[in-house]
Structures are given as structure tokens and as C-alpha cells.
């Protein structure tokens, strides 16, 4: 991606005759968006990225940062898939389907209690590798953590006896508690497929992969990916999809936002209104199609 980048960066002085700054602006956005691809999505060439992946990233952006940010982000993406297909170096601009940020904030498409269940029975079986997968599934959907905090999550960040765990990005420490099936997924794990998977290596890292060492963010998507095709289930599936169950259930199960809020890390409650929104939304519909006097 970075050969991509640097070529339309050319373009802006060269072609463009952009001043320096308006080109620093850009490598500045464009170099964040990269990283979000590699880092949350396991893509590493923009003519990867699907319209559901930009919407995934503008959604997350959206939550942290101010509506002008992100509206100059998505420009900046714009501008380069503009770029591209004029070089023809992308069949499709993808970015002709993005709207600007609106002040109410549209969530991606929710999966249901049904749904997750199907995705989390994926891993079945007693390999290591079947138990470590399980364990990441339910623990993600119990605590609705980032992706990025699950795989620096040590063991003793973990407390079984009581159910809960400690985590925390950029100084902002939470303790999320966690329900019964996923301790015992977490429990099965610890005890028998953590082991055959770090064999003589040594790693304090809760989640490991074949080589005894701490998974990716990469690996995680990869392998949620996987089980969501292999479950048949139609909407995107991905470690934010399990986050955004999270927070929705607990609110359409009566959970105090407040609450939620503390357990999502959101330093904004607005951020966390908006699944109370699709909440009403979702009643409003079923009123609307099943009501005798709608």
C-alpha cells in the first residue's frame, strides 16, 4: 500500500500542483487509513477494500473523533480512489457510495442473539486451535472489547474465579465482567489448548497462535471471518460486529447506558445512545408490521 500512497501523493505535486501542506494533510489521513487496513482489517493493497470495510471505518472514526475530521478523512479517501480509478488501477470507485457524517450516526447492520450463537458454535471441537477460537468468540461478544485490546490481553489480566478481566487502551483502564459460557470457553482453553498451542515457548500473552507467540490483529479478523462465512450468515462479520451485539443486546435486555458506556470505553455517552436509537428503531418496526391497528 505504501508504493499506492506514495504514487498518488506524486500526483497531488506533480499533477495537482497541491501546496505542501495540503499534501501533508492528505499523506496524514491517508497514512491513518492504511493503518486501519492492516492493523483492523488484514488488508494490504487498497484495491482490497470493499464498501463495507469503508463503511466499518468511518463508523469507528466517527465515535472518536469531531464531525470535521472525519469529514476532511473521507476526502482525503475520495481523493485517492478517485485517483485510482482514473489510473485504472481499481475497476469501481467504492467511495461514490459513502454519504457524509450526519449528526445521527447509522450503525452498521446488527447480528442477532440467533446469529451469534450460530457464529460462536463454529469452533466445536477440542483442538487447540478450535478451543482458542472459541474462547476469543465468546469473550468478545461478552464484553464487547476492541479487537486491539483483546490480543494484549495477558493471562492475569483475566480473573476466572470472579469473571471479569482488566483492559485498557491509551492509559484508560476498565474491568468488564464476562458470563458463564465464556469462562468455560476461557477455562477449556487455559487448561488444554493454550499449552499444545505455546508448546516449549513461553508467552504471558492471553491468545497465542501455532508459533507460541502473541496473535495478530490480522489473525483475529481472519479467523472471525471465516467462522461468519461458514455459519451462512449474510451481513458482514467481523470483531466490530461482535462489539456492536454487545452493547445492542444489553440495551434491548434494559441495561443502563451508563453502563454500557463504562464497559464499551466510550468517552462520549452519545457514541453509546446511538444503539439505544436502533433499539427504539428496531421496536418501531416490529409495532409497525404486527400491530392489528398499525
Known sequence: MEEQLQSFITYLRQVKKLSGNTVLSYQ????????????????????EVTASCL?????????????STVSRRMSSVRALYHYMEKMHLIGEDIT???????????????LTVEEVNLLVEQP?????????????????YATGIKVSELVELRVSDVNLKLGFLHCGESGRERVIPFGNHARAALLQY????????????RCDTL???????????????????KYGEQA??????????????????????????????EMMGHTDIAATQIYAAECRNKVREEYSRNHPRR
Open 96 to 110: 461514490e457510495q459513502l454519504q457524509t457524517p450526519r449528526q445521527d450516526r447509522e450503525l452498521p447492520e446488527i
Open 124 to 140: 466445536s471441537g477440542d483442538k487447540p486451535r478450535q478451543q482458542r477460537d472459541r474462547a476469543i468468540l465468546e469473550l468478545l
Open 207 to 225: 491468545f497465542v497462535n501455532y508459533s507460541g507467540v502473541a496473535m495478530s490483529r490480522q489473525g483475529v479478523w481472519k479467523l472471525i471471518r
Open 190 to 201: 487455559l487448561d488444554e489448548g493454550r499449552e499444545a498451542l505455546l508448546a516449549d515457548a
Open 232 to 261: 451462512g450468515i449474510q451481513k458482514e462479520v467481523n470483531p466490530h460486529s461482535l462489539r456492536h451485539a454487545f452493547a445492542a443486546h444489553l440495551i434491548e435486555n434494559g441495561a443502563d447506558l451508563q453502563s454500557v458506556q
Open 55 to 67: 463503511k466499518e471505518y468511518f463508523f469507528v472514526l466517527e465515535q472518536e473523533k469531531k464531525a
Open 28 to 47: 496524514r489521513d491517508l497514512r491513518h487509513f492504511r493503518c486501519y487496513l492492516e492493523r483492523e482489517q488484514g488488508i494490504t493493497d487498497f484495491s
